[in-house]
């Protein structure tokens, strides 16, 4: 497997291999080499300077294609990519490993006390809401921040406001994390601070890929029907079928589904043609112009630039790591709303939903997601103001997806830490009728096995959390446990690579699937005018068909509120099959390090998501409760919009602020995109099947 190690040597370290095989086959590919050495001898072994790779063909399947130097390093490494759980080495096995990348911080969040009112000793909800401003006003509030910092000695050189009555401070750069919770604990130690959460930034997941080349619903199997015969697709979430009933629904019961909107916060949207008609106008929440990788920082154009490192000033680029793989948030965005019936690539979840239904909200800069721009991404997203916050949402969404998460608990101790600022978030977005559906993780990306507890914002109260399976229903090998006697979670399928070698050397993959097929890009640091489908594994692409299912519910019966969706979801679902045909160990509760096993309710949640029980489900509520009306109809029109920000050339007010005191103990927050692994292969449709919403699944 010299060419797969050289390959990967090539991607993490910036060098590539002098030499690959002539000809070789992985995962289910067979690749052959083509310059004169090889014709001369196929066993031998050439430099890369001369080869010209071609895809021959899938096993068993038909001839391939020829494809470009630039092409054929990307194709490769899909390939080689497809060996990530484990590389073969002289008929043993290693572990894949990934650099770990230095905990970074952009900055600290203060709160300051208020000074023109006594505070009490603790702050709740009620008590501080996220449009909240200091009574004192911006320039009082800067002045008072600026002498706060002097006598703590900590500096900055940018300071704006944020929510919550809050204020980000930062010193232009990211720092080492230790750094920053130093200057937060001196913060936090002073008579006029209220409380103080490190702004620290994501490091991406590791990756796990598959590479196809077929027609593209053909492939979606994670759309599919549910499989009730051993080994087979039981993990799927049963969409085709919740499709028939909503086509039976509106066919022959004469009822119609309702707009809904769905909020996308991950690294952006691209213009794919497949996604024409199905987005509203986002907004991109990457506040530093630095790290946008755009040019141009906060504003509303949600766009995904792509990553490079040499969009960021090479001054800045310590601690900074780029995604797993591009296009994340476009992947995801297609998951959900991808048209039907037009000949265009695959299906999305929404398709039976005409119009509008994706709302893009960009938080992913170049170096990762801070955890101000997260908080205000969802805020915004809702339709609710904030101390600086833009223009409100006109479209506010009912569904938020978010396939971040990070190192920390989500309970409450008492204390403002970063736990605090995203239950009340959370707690704010329910009040105004939006569900927060949140990937579990992906565990240790080294090993490529699954944590014990599910990353935080899965972890908070209120948030459905999502785990991934694998196709066949059992936990997937990389997924976080997720109990569902302390929280509200499902599992639904999410991909899985499993890489087993016997005795002999052979690598084998009982556990392999298809993955979650969906549209991104060509494009590397930049985008291209080209789209393609590809397979992606990990939770990252469990939580987006959670969340687009309880879309579809709402879709039939737009007075569900929060709380009767996450019951519907954690109800109305399959049991986790229980054998397997190549004996599997059963999930242990609280254990690191668990790959696949096979799951109960305390370690993958209620049980199976099932698209078609839930939305049968909504249809019975929504014919027991006809003429209801949405029970956040008035959302958008019920928070202040005071607050307009000084960056988009308007005006800040102040208002009251019934902000609490005491202090709290520095939390570590590190939010990472849970790609899981993201297939770097392309495969280009070529056929689409027929489906419309009044012709049936194609």
Not at 306 to 326: D, I, M, N
Request: with cysteine; glycine share 12%.
């Amino acid at each position: 497997m010299r060419h797969c190690a050289g390959f990967f040597a090539m991607r993490e370290r910036a060098y590539r291999p002098r030499d690959v095989l002539c000809a070789f086959v992985t995962a289910g590919l067979r690749w052959r080499i083509e310059s004169a050495a090889c014709r001369d001898n196929p066993l031998t072994s050439v430099p890369v300077s001369t080869i010209f790779v071609r895809h021959v063909e899938r096993e068993g399947q038909g001839s391939g294609m020829a494809v470009s130097m630039r092409r054929a390093w990307r194709l490769l490494g899909a390939a080689c990519l497809g060996f990530a759980g484990m590389w073969v080495v002289a008929g043993g096995a290693v572990a894949a490993t990934a650099d770990a990348s230095p905990r970074m911080a952009r900055g600290l969040i203060v709160k300051l006390k208020d000074q023109q009112a006594a505070q009490p000793s603790r702050t709740s909800l009620v008590r501080l809401q996220a449009a909240a401003a200091p009574t004192e006003g911006w320039s009082s509030t800067r002045t008072h921040m600026a002498m706060v910092a002097r006598r703590t000695g900590v500096s900055y050189l940018v300071h704006r406001q944020t929510a919550f009555a809050a204020q980000l401070i930062h010193a232009g750069k990211m720092v080492p994390l230790a750094q920053a919770q130093a200057e937060a604990a001196r913060l936090r130690a002073d008579p006029d601070v209220e409380w103080v959460v490190v702004n620290e930034m994501l490091h991406p997941a590791g990756v796990v890929s598959q590479a196809f080349d077929d027609p593209a619903y053909a492939q979606q199997t994670w759309l599919q029907e549910r499989e009730s015969v051993q080994d087979g697709r039981q993990g799927v979430a049963n969409i085709a079928a919740a499709w028939d009933s909503l086509l039976d629904w509106t066919q022959n019961q004469g009822k119609t589904l309702s707009p809904v909107v769905v909020a996308v916060l991950d690294n952006g949207i691209l213009p794919a043609p497949d996604m024409a008609g199905r987005v509203l106008p986002g907004y991109d929440f990457v506040s530093e112009l630095d790290y946008s990788g755009d040019g141009d920082g906060l504003d509303n154009d949600p766009t995904d630039p792509g990553f490079s490192l040499s969009k960021v000033p090479a001054s800045l680029r310590s601690g900074c790591s780029g995604p797993a793989a591009p296009w994340h948030g476009l992947r995801i965005e297609a998951m959900l709303g991808a048209q039907a019936g037009n000949a265009l690539d695959g299906v999305g979840i929404l398709a039976p939903v005409a119009g509008q239904v994706i709302l893009p909200v960009r938080v992913g800069g170049m170096c990762g997601a801070a955890v101000s721009d997260i908080i205000e991404g969802m805020l915004w997203s809702a339709g609710i103001s904030y101390q600086g916050s833009p223009a409100r949402n006109p479209y506010p969404a009912r569904v938020l997806n978010l396939s971040f998460g990070g190192d920390g608990s989500c309970a409450d101790t008492g204390q403002h830490d970063a736990a605090w600022l995203y239950r009340d978030a959370i707690n704010t977005l329910e009040s105004k009728g939006v569900l927060v559906v949140a990937s579990a993780g992906n565990g240790d990306a080294a090993t490529f096995l699954g944590h014990a507890l599910p990353t935080r914002p899965a972890s908070c109260p209120g948030v459905l959390a999502v785990t991934a399976l694998n196709q066949r229903g059992y936990k997937a090998r990389y997924a976080n446990l997720v109990n569902s006697s302390q929280q509200s979670a499902v599992a639904v399928a999410g991909g899985d690579i499993d890489a087993v070698t016997d005795g002999s050397g052979n690598v084998t993959y009982p556990l392999t699937d298809d993955g979650i097929v969906s549209l991104t890009n060509t494009g590397d640091a930049f985008p291209s005018t080209d789209y393609v489908m590809q397979s992606a594994v990990g939770t990252s692409f469990s939580a987006p068909t959670a969340a687009g299912v309880a879309a579809l519910m709402l879709a039939v019966d737009p007075s569900l509120t929060v709380a009767e969706l996450r019951t519907a979801l954690t109800t109305q679902v399959a049991p986790f099959p229980t054998v397997f045909s190549n004996a599997l160990p059963v999930c242990q509760i609280g254990v690191n390090g668990q790959g696949n096993c096979v799951c109960t309710f305390q370690t993958c949640g209620a049980g199976v998501l099932d698209a078609q029980r839930a939305v049968v489900w909504a249809m019975a509520h929504a014919s027991a409760n006809s003429g209801s009306a949405p029970n956040n109809a008035t959302a958008a029109s019920a928070d202040s919009n005071c607050f307009v920000p000084d960056r988009l050339g308007g005006h800040s007010c102040a208002s009251g602020s019934d902000g609490g005191g005491g202090g709290g103990s520095a939390d570590e927050i590190l939010l990472g995109l849970l790609a899981g692994g993201l297939a770097l292969s392309l495969m280009r449709q070529r056929s689409a099947r027929a489906w419309a919403l009044k012709g049936g699944r194609r």
